[in-house]
């Protein structure tokens, strides 16, 4: 059973470029949360979606950031117009139902932004 | 809002010392805690969680957590470390919400360097 795949691991952009992350859930799993984490920082909760639904998007920045969980495909990690505080390393987490079920995270994608 | 306190952020031992990494959080209901694990190159996996019942959680690889409700804690232990436990740890706590899933709060990790 595969896990959660992230790609790319590493993705470099320049300011103002659009940068694209991609994640595939366990099979069987639903709900995927994307995760960002700052250097020496803890990871800090983006979003949450559902098939075809953003659920909580409470983490994400008002703005240049959008997330997808789309009926067919990955769930996808978009920010527009990137900056360098964007550097991070973004985590994508899949459970298959709500409640007590731990999280499976992906390897991650780190985004530098030179 | 719910947060979780991390207190060490490094830590070194030698090997078959004993460990033991706090873990505070702030949130009066009733709460989901894990610790998960993230060995170097490697995703994080969870070591063990607690839900209800016995405070005292038994997980992978030797290590044990004991939730202390009244102290907001649930710190991590274990006898005798090894190199291979050489990794970071986060502690994190799931507080629920009205929608039934998973918001995890993270701590912001404490690195642990095992020496031989």
């Known amino acids: 059973n595969a896990g959660v795949m992230q790609n790319p691991r590493h993705l470099v952009r320049r300011r103002g470029q659009e940068a694209r992350l991609r994640c595939s859930p366990m099979k069987g799993h639903s709900h995927v949360y994307w995760y960002r984490q700052l250097p020496e920082e803890g990871l800090k909760f983006m979003v949450y979606l559902q098939k075809e639904n953003i659920i909580d998007e409470s983490g994400m920045p008002k703005e240049r950031f959008s997330a997808e969980f789309p009926k067919e495909g990955p769930s996808i990690l978009r920010i527009q117009q990137v900056v360098r505080g964007d550097s991070a390393a973004y985590f994508c987490?899949?459970?298959?139902?709500?409640?007590?079920?731990?999280?499976?995270f992906g390897n991650g994608t780190r985004l530098t932004v030179t | 809002a719910q947060s979780v306190s991390q207190h060490n952020h490094h830590v070194i031992l030698s090997e078959a010392a004993s460990l033991e990494l706090g873990c505070n959080y702030s949130?009066?209901?009733?709460?989901?805690l894990f610790w998960y694990v993230q060995y170097p190159g490697q995703h994080l996996q969870l070591l063990l969680k607690y839900f209800s019942g016995d405070p005292l959680v038994k997980g992978i690889k030797g290590f044990e957590a004991e939730f202390i409700k009244s102290k907001f804690s649930f710190n991590l232990r274990k006898p005798s470390v090894q190199w291979s436990d050489t990794a970071e740890y986060f502690c994190?706590?799931?507080?629920?919400?009205?929608?039934?899933?998973?918001?995890?709060?993270f701590g912001t990790g404490t690195k642990l360097q095992v020496i031989p």
């Open positions: 994190a706590v799931n507080a629920g919400n009205s929608g039934g899933y998973q918001k995890v709060t």
């Open positions: 949130y009066g209901g009733t709460v989901n």
């Open positions: 987490a899949s459970s298959p139902d709500l409640g007590g079920s731990p999280l499976h």
